[in-house]
């Protein structure tokens, strides 16, 4: 069963759009939700996070809207360049506890920005 | 900071050997490593969580006699791929977390840059 589903699963986006990707999940006991990049052959690197006591953060070009109510939270990719073509990754996890912080990551969405 | 490194990244060996791959977090001390794999234009899955000095704990699944996980410090953990078979390969990812003190929710992870084992 898949913990964190996320749409869609491939996007392409004009330079100078807005990339959008969004994350659902069903478990009200996470309260952490990273983002992480990945370019082929590569680790994910983290992007940027959120914990459920706010309903946006922003890091640059970068957003996380997060809705509590609905388990959801997406990404928001400004003034997308073509350097942010990429995998991306949400994912959630519970801290503390038997989970020791396990990330449950979703599928991933393949961004390809045109120039 | 929170650099992960993985030795080596990228491992060609024959049928029935054993390989290892090293995860080290080079400017902070992890409590917690994680050992991933991938597969091609696939998500991350998890195979196992390793604890500095105590045993790791596998996910379902993951055969444990063939995946040997080592966690001898705060900054070391090892995967060693035993007898490998083709099958094996794999993009295999290791991460370290960072707990985030003063406030509830789940450590940060930090991931190293992957090795590419390729088995003949």
């Known amino acids: 069963q898949q913990q964190v589903k996320q749409s869609p699963q491939s996007l392409i986006v004009q330079k100078g759009g807005i990339s959008i990707i969004n994350c659902a999940y069903e478990?009200?006991?996470?309260?952490?939700f990273p983002w992480y990049q990945q370019f082929p052959g590569k680790g994910p690197a983290l992007l940027i996070a959120?914990?459920?006591?706010?309903s946006e953060k922003k890091e640059g070009r970068f957003t996380i809207s997060f809705n509590k109510s609905a388990k959801q939270f997406s990404l928001h990719i400004m003034d997308s360049q073509p350097g942010d073509s990429a995998t991306y990754f949400c994912?959630?996890?519970?801290?503390?506890?038997?989970?020791?912080?396990?990330?449950?990551f979703g599928r991933g969405t393949q961004l390809t920005v045109w120039p | 900071g929170a650099v992960v490194s993985q030795h080596p990244s990228r491992v060609i060996c024959k049928s029935g050997t054993s390989v290892k791959i090293e995860c080290r977090s080079l400017?902070?001390?992890?409590?917690?490593m994680f050992w991933y794999r991938q597969f091609p234009k696939q998500s991350l899955m998890l195979m196992a969580t390793?604890?500095?000095?105590?045993?790791?704990?596998?996910e379902q699944g993951v055969e444990k006699d063939k995946f040997l996980i080592n966690h001898a410090s705060l900054t070391l953990s090892t995967l060693t791929v035993t007898s490998a078979h083709p099958e094996d390969s794999s993009f295999y990812i290791c991460?370290?977390?960072?707990?985030?003190?003063?406030?509830?929710?789940?450590?940060?992870?930090?991931f190293g840059p992957g090795t590419r084992l390729t088995v003949l």
């Open positions: 959120i914990r459920p006591d706010v």
């Open positions: 400017d902070f001390q992890a409590t917690t």
């Open positions: 478990n009200t006991a996470f309260d952490y």
């Open positions: 991460s370290a977390s960072i707990v985030q003190k003063g406030s509830y929710g789940g450590d940060t992870q930090y």
């Open positions: 994912a959630a996890s519970i801290g503390g506890g038997s989970t020791l912080g396990r990330l449950y």
């Open positions: 390793s604890n500095e000095g105590s045993k790791a704990t596998y």
